[in-house]
């Protein structure tokens, strides 16, 4: 394994144009040092990125917060810019990893290791949230609902790192939100299910719903096809039936160690149908 | 590579390779054996020490990732006045039972008392959830935890 700590960003872009061998990425290492452990990783290069600035920070720009990729979970939690217009976000990462991990563990990190049960991808698809990727040919930006591609598998190409998510300032504004994370425990607990949401609703028709899980398929996910059947539909008009029958096509749990695959579509059935106050 | 950090309040310098475990540089360069490894994936807290003041668990920490910063362990932190105090608080509750998860519960909860130090069962439930203790079970932990708070306040 070949070690490298490039000194700034330029330097870590040029080494990924050239890189003939898969490239690991060093930043908080929570997530790399238990697959070195474990001897996932036999060959390649690996690159130390934590200490690169250009990757690092919270910034407002006009309508947009800026979140470096290096950011970890404790500065987003402590963050007065994430508390002032993310709240709900701030509150869904209470039920991330432990107080200890959230010192060195960075959403870049957590996005790009790329499980189905990584924690902050469905809260940042309800939001909107868009990926900076970046490699010498230069930025681009894609929705995070189109960022994964398969287990394990995104966009990002050999020699392209995430630079940053961003957020609208305006993503949260006037909705009602949920977040809800069900393990075994409360902390360090791999999600069974996950499923976030965000909705509007305006004299018993709901104006405006966003939906995302985790745990349930290749990859975390918006419920597109459930989002179109609930957008602008009287809750009274609402068919239980309708959408276990759109669920069953857009969710595709697995049985596994941590659980079965019915307990996993009953529960996020349930959760949605208590979001939309409907009984189970 | 060289590795310069401080440690316990001492500078130091060492030849490490970088992606060392910084649970293993303290257990076997400097036989600082107070700080255990039980899972050795982050997931138990019998690791925890401070880095740069904020809680860690080092099984997952590198070499590389400490070069320039402080490093707290059990062994110093129980030297200071906070530390004895502490100490104190989990013997009169008899919250020790085998130790091997204690200097992680030690930690944690010296950095909870620095930094918040609230005499809320909930917080301090949120601020231990990383340390795992899997022989006195946890109720003995809370309520040394809580006097421990509630003394601080007083020493203030």
């Not at chain 1, 940042?124 to 398969?150: K, Y």
């Not at chain 2, 293993?24 to 880095?51: N, P, Q």
């Not at chain 2, 707290?72 to 200071?80: A, N, P, R």
Request: glycine share 8%; net charge positive; hydrophobic share 35%.
């Amino acid at each position: 394994m070949q070690f490298n700590k490039p000194k700034d960003l330029n330097e870590l872009l040029e080494n990924l144009s050239i890189s003939q061998k898969k490239n690991y990425f060093l930043a908080g290492g929570t997530d790399i040092n238990v697959q070195i452990k474990k001897e996932f990783i036999k060959d390649g290069n690996f690159y130390y990125i934590n200490e690169i600035d250009e990757l690092n920070g919270i910034k407002r720009k006009n309508e947009k917060v800026h979140v470096g990729a290096l950011t970890t979970y404790r500065e987003l939690l402590e963050s007065d810019t994430i508390s002032e217009h993310f709240p709900f976000l701030q509150r869904s990462l209470t039920n991330f990893a432990s107080p200890l991990l959230t010192t060195m563990a960075t959403i870049g990190g957590n996005i790009a290791n790329g499980s189905p049960t990584n924690d902050v991808t469905p809260p940042l698809l309800v939001l909107d949230a868009e990926l900076e990727l970046i490699s010498v040919a230069g930025i681009r930006n894609v929705s995070l609902t189109s960022f994964f591609t398969g287990y394990k598998k995104s966009l990002l190409k050999k020699d392209e790192i995430i630079k940053g998510v961003v957020l609208s300032i305006q993503a949260e504004n006037g909705y009602e939100t949920l977040y809800k994370k069900v393990g075994a425990r409360k902390t360090l607990t791999i999600a069974k299910v996950a499923l976030a949401g965000l909705k509007k609703i305006k004299e018993g028709k709901i104006d405006e719903i966003k939906l995302a899980v985790g745990s349930l398929n290749e990859y975390p996910r918006r419920l597109d096809k459930l989002e179109e059947y609930l957008n602008n539909i009287m809750i009274r008009d609402i068919n239980k039936n309708t959408i276990d029958e759109i669920l069953s096509k857009e969710i595709t749990p697995i049985s596994d160690l941590r659980s079965d695959k019915e307990y996993r579509y009953r529960v996020c059935l349930n959760l949605i149908l208590s979001f939309l106050g409907i009984n189970h | 590579m060289k590795i310069r950090f401080t440690l316990n309040g001492k500078n130091v310098v060492l030849e490490s390779a970088p992606l060392k475990r910084l649970l293993d540089i303290l257990r076997e360069d400097y036989h600082l054996f107070g700080t255990k490894e039980s899972c050795g994936e982050g997931e138990c807290g019998a690791c925890t020490v401070l880095l740069d003041g904020k809680p860690v668990t080092s099984c997952l920490v590198n070499a590389i990732h400490v070069n320039g910063k402080k490093v707290d362990t059990v062994e110093g932190l129980s030297k200071t006045k906070l530390g004895k105090m502490l100490i104190d608080c989990f013997d009169e509750t008899n919250a020790v039972q085998c130790g091997f998860c204690f200097p992680g519960f030690f930690v944690s909860t010296y950095y909870y008392l620095l930094n918040d130090g609230d005499n809320d069962l909930e917080k301090i439930k949120k601020a231990l959830s990383g340390n795992i203790c899997r022989c006195t079970g946890y109720q003995r932990i809370f309520d040394s935890v809580k006097i421990a708070c509630a003394r601080k306040k007083v020493g203030e």
